[in-house]
Every structure is written in C-alpha cells, then in structure tokens.
C-alpha cells in the first residue's frame, strides 16, 4: 500500500452555518464481537460540500453511517453531528437514505413520504403539501394516491429518497443512492445531489460507482477493511497516481527510458512485425514531472510521434490502486 | 414522546385500514346476533313437519300418545304466543298482566290457557296491547304429524311384519300419500296388542319378556332425534301407571293431585343485600357473565397481538426500520407500536361493545328475558371497568412479549416457533375459563391469578365472587410490575434485535442483550 497521503483541511471551510462541522469522527471505533468493523476512523466534513464515502464491500461504510446516526453506538471514538454528539438531537436538520431500502407497502405513496417528513418534526399539512409537490416534480404525481406496492423498484427508491430530503435537512446521508436504478433515474439522483448542494447542503454519499463519485464530489472519504485509506479533494486523490502520458510511435522509445522524469514506460500495443506500424505506450512520471518535457524530449531525439496523449487518472484508477488488492479479498462482511 | 405520538398514529391509522380489522369489529356483532337468531329461527322455519304412524294393536294407548303430543304442540304455541306479545305489545303499565301466568309455557300453563279458552282468549287479552303495526299471529307449524299407514298394510297384522312392511318407507326409499303430498316417514310407533304382559314391575318377574315381543317397538332412521320418542314412552307409561292406581283401587284423580303436590326451594345468596337474597334465574346467568369477558379478553388480546407481530415485522423485512432509527429512537418506535395498536384495540373493543349493548336493548324486551338482566349489570357493576383495565395491563405485558419477538425476526415464519410456545400459555386461561367459575375462589383459581401471564384472565373470571382483597389488590401489583418488567426486557431486545438481519437468536442470547448494561 503507497504510503497515506497527508491532507491538510486547514484551507476548506470547516465551518457550517452554525459555526461548526456537519460531521467530525475522532478516533471511531467499533467493534462486533472480536471483529473490528472500523478502525480509528477521523474525518471532518466540511459544510455545504458533496462527498463520495467509497471503499470496497465490507469496507465498513454502512456501519459508519449507522454510527454517525446512532442508530448503533461506537465502541470507541467521538462523533458530532452539527455539532451534537448524537444525531438523534438534530434528526429535523439530517436526512438519510439507507441502503437497505425500503416502504410501507400497504400505504399510500404521498403518506409514506409525508410520515417520514413528520418524522422529522414537520407538521402534518407542510408534509402532506411538501410530499405532493416532490411526487409531482420528480414525475411520480400519478402515483401519489397509490400504495406503495404499486411502484416498481425504480420508482419506489425514488420515493425513498424524496422521502428522506422531503423536510429539507441542512446534512443529508445516502447510502448507496444509486444502486438499483436505471441510468435515466441515476441522472436525476445525482440531479438531486446537485440541487442540495447548490443550496449549500452538506451531501455524504457511499457508492462503489466511482463515475458517480468523480462526477459529484468534491471530497472523497475512501475507507477499507474499516481503516481510513484518503480523506481529501478529487484533484488530491488523483494526485496519488504519478502523471501519465500515452505516445504513440512506430519509433524506438528506449531513450524516453534514461529520463529522470520517467519512471517506467510500459506498451500498451506492442511494435508489430513490419517497423511501420505505430506501436502505444505509456509512460509514467515522476511525480512532479511536466509532461510538457517529454514531447519536448521526443522532438530534440527524433522520436515522431503519430500522437501524444495526457490522460488525467480516473477515481477508478486510483480506487483500484489504493484498494484493489484488498477489494479483491473483501467478500467478508 | 412526540416522536412516539407519531409513530401511533401511524400504526392505528394504517391498521383501521386493513381488511383484517374491520373483519375483527364486525365478526363479533355477527357472530352474537346469529349465535342468539339463528337457532331460534331455525326451529321456527327450518323445523321440517315429522310424519309418524302409530299403530295400537292393544286399543288403550293411542289417545294418550296423541293427546300428550297435542299438548306437546299446544305448548309450543303457548311459547310462541309469548313471544309474540313480547314482539309486538306494549308493556303492561296498569294493574297486573293477566297472561303473566302463562309466562312458563309449561304443561299447568297450557292447562289453565285451554281452560281459559286457549289461543283466542290470549289473543284477545293481548289485543288492546298490541302495535299498530303488529301482524296477525302465526301459529307454529306442527312438529309431529300422524299420518294414517299406507293402504296395502294391515293393521292388525302382527307387530314383526307390520315392520317388515313399513321398513321401505321408515328408510325413505318409499313415500306415503299425506293431505295430497308425498311424504316420508319419520317414524313408526307399534304397540303390540300383547302390550300388558309387557309391563315392568318392581319385584315381580316380567311376564312375557320373549324374542317375539319388545314392548313397544319405535322404529326410526333418525337416532339423534329423541323428542318423539320421549313423548310417547312418557305418554304411555303415564297411563299404564294411571290404570295401574286403579287396578289396585286407588284414586287415580288423587294420585294425579299428589304428583303436582310439592315444596318450593328458594335458592338465596348471602352476598346480596338483605330481603334481596333471593336468587333468580339471571343470577346464575350473571355468574356466567365474567366468562364471557375472558372470553372477549382472550379473543381481542390474541387478535392484536397478531396485529402488533406482522406491524413489526413488516418494517423489518421490509427494511424500513433503519431510515426509521435515523428519526426515532427504538424506545420511541417501541412504545409507539405498543400504542398504536392498543388504540386499535381498544376500538374494537368499543365497537364490540357497542354491538353488545345494540343486539341486547334489542332482545330485553320482558323482564323475563336473560338479556334485560344483564343489561343493568352491565351498566352498573365493575366489570366493564374491570375489563378496560385487565385488557390495558395484558396487553403491555404480552405486547412487549410480542414485540420481542417481532425485533428478532425476519419473517413471520421465523416467528412462529416462538409464537407457538406463547400461544400454548395463552391457551391455559382458555381452558380453565369454565372451571373457575364453579369454584370462584378455590385453589386453582387463586394459583392461576397469581401467575402474572393469567391474572387478567383469571382475576377477570372471578369478578363476580367478590375475591379477596389481596387476591384483587396483590395480582394486580404484581401484574402492574410484571408488565413493567416485560417491556423493559423487551426494550433491551428490541433495541438489538431490530437491526439484526439473518437467523433469530437463541432465547440464551436474548438474555445475554437483556443482562448487558447499556
């Protein structure tokens, strides 16, 4: 495992409107039995934010999101929520989607949303309004005077989620939103997300789709095995993984071997028999390499070049670096 | 409790909703009004006319048989006249009611009425009384209806053959031509001409017993029916007693005034009020009465702890209690099922009630009637209060039972194998329900009301024996604690239990959860 990347906060606003953080983890803990689900667990999240909680499965997400709600104590550690040690004391101001998800079958689609809002602590006629305005504006009007069990998957996880922003919370919590729906509905999801966070909601959302995660985040929580691996902005994260450049040649590369600048060079289409086919290769940088220098380097040496290429990382990339190995194994839970 | 309020509400409202509920208010009126119609209504209408033949080969019993049964039908139209003055006339309110002697439908009843001139004296009697709207009276439809025997029999043929004979029809296979219709026979009554030397009597041997003759033989398909048969052995041996009196030169007439010759017993009860001792016979009924609310007791506590167990369940399976332990704590969510369906509950309770009350004004028209004496202890006595609390106090102490068991399960299968072992307990109160009364205050009664998981029923039993004051006091400390603990414990459980997914736990490491501090 490459070694862990410091990340300063100390830039970010830490402060929510309140004056302190959506959430703080110091140290959190939690044990279930002799396993250890988390281990040692900080992190702070910065207000009005959105922010990817990856990790392989059995990582310990979902047990770090029931601890942050205290629907299960830590074993070990602090955590404030709005500032409160418990979330329950500010349960008007959080919104949470579990992953195991679920509805009242039997009751109607606009009561169902409009209990939970009641839940949390709105009063019954601005949660009845609220919930057919939401069923109306995410194209479920026609469903609002049905049950439940009329919806299908899709539309009921739909439901869910209305169900869980429908009082408007200033922090919301979403296990795994995406998973179950189909991409036009994955769309409005992360449509979702975005509205919250352009009006300076706090968003905490685990998924191990990382184009959902580099599309939204801001900030990513990367955690396995229960351990923090990366806490940090998207361009940090991506910085974990060394500039790449992609060149395309039918010349001999060898020389591009001797920089400093690079670390290896690797095909990914080897040379053909006949010299004149373009062979594909990628060269890995040093960390504060500018690629800029090679292609200057492959001018000065003769190396003609039918393309240059400077991909960026993907989040993919850098999830299967940091966790790969473990994800692999990771079929406890 | 805010959090709590919300949730019982939502659990009562839901549940009012459900077919199951509205199943539960109405079944009950349902079953009271048919148990108390339907079989009244049943002898009137769907008594079929029994066709019978009688044979006296010996000449003397025939009139008697047929009188007895006429009296038989006279007495049932003097109960049917009774019932209908009790439909559709006004109370008396001045002076005595001369038909209030005709009150018992009995033999002496129909006597004095035949000699008052029968029907159409009651009826002119009743007629200032009566309704506007009243109908004509009906007359029941005769029970027993003697038919002659068939043309191709003979009736002086001997008694086996006679059977012989009738035996196609006794069996259905033939009918017989009756007033124009085709009708089956019922049975068959033969009495040999030999009949005499039948005759039993004590210390002496029977003259004639033989293969050949029975006695008087009764020849039915139908074993179950016994009626008839009483009728005519009464009948019979009523006169072979008369002509016996006489045989040994005594007074028939005067025997006959000896056998109505009798002392009155009066049953008192010392627990009623001086010069009200008297027990009537509601007061026997109204013993029974506490039986009754074990009853309703059993049957609404059973039914909305099932209720409780699928609501419970359901938010599990259907993975809805974690987005709910993100708005509630289970405590909240815990006392907030509890409520709800204690809600409902008692709504179907009232609505019992209600029914109870309706189909009862209905029937306490006299004061004869059962049902006016039970409707004023009802009113008055402690055993509605006695109910509303002993319901409330069973049901937290099953409820958190329940909904213990509902935390740890998935399904309601999974549940069944704990259900089970509750419902057996539950089955304990059911079958000593009518034991108790007979010995309201004895061993069992006392032990049973001191096992917490009983005392609401068995306290509820002996509510009309006036038990102990420490009987009453000491039980329901002691189920008051008991339900207290039970939700407590089931708190505990309930609390880990209902984030637990996959196989229930063992019962040891239930009290593992319910021994960990918090």
Redesign the interface.
Known sequence: MPGQPTILNAAMSTSAPNGSAPLELRGVTKYFGEFKAVDDISFTLPAGCICGFLGPNGAGKTTTI?MI?D??KPSGGSISVLGRPS??EV?ER?G????????????KTWSVVA??A???GMSRSAAKLRAFELLERYGLKDFALKPTDALSKGMGQKV?VL??IAHDPEFVILDEPFSGLDPVNQQVMEDIIRDMAARKRTVLFSTHVMQHAERLCERILLIARGRKIFDGTVPEAKRIIPPRVQIETADDVAPLRELKEVQSVRALVPPGPGASAPARWELELHESADPQSILQFCFARGIRLHSFNQSEPTLHEVFMRLVGPEAKEAGFR | MK?AG??AR?EYL?TI??RGFWVGVFMFPLILFLSTSVPAWLAQKATPVRYYVLVDQSGGFAPVVESSLGKYQQKKELQALNDYARQYAAPVTNGPNPLAQFISADAQAVDKLNALGGRDYYLKQLQPRLKDKAPPFKEPARLYQPVPLPEDLQPDADVPSLARDLRPYLRGEKTLNFDGHAVSLTAAILIPSNIEQTIVRPNAKPAAWSAETNGIEYWAANLTESDLRDQVTQAVNDEVRRKEFLARGMDAAAFHDVEQTYVPVVSLNPKKEAGKETVKSGDVVLQWLPSAFVYLLWVSLFGISQMLLSNTI??K????I????????PGELMMGKLFGIAAVGLTMISAWMFSVFVVLSAKAGSAGEIAGQILPVLKTSHLLPMFALYFLLGYLMYGALILAIGSVCNTLKEAQSYMSSLTLLMMVPLMTMTYIPKDPNGTLARVLSWIPLFTPFTMMNRAMADPPWIDMVGTLILLIASAAVALWMAGKVFRTGI?RTGQPPRIVEMIKWIRRAE
């Open positions: 029931r709600l629907i299960i979330a329950l349960r959080i949470y989607l579990p992953e195991e998800k679920g509805l009242y079958k039997k009751m209990y939970f009641t839940l949390k869910q169900a869980s | 959090y919300l949730v939502r839901e909703k459900t359901e938010e399976s259907n993975r809805i974690e987005v709910l332990l993100s708005s509630v704590t984030l």
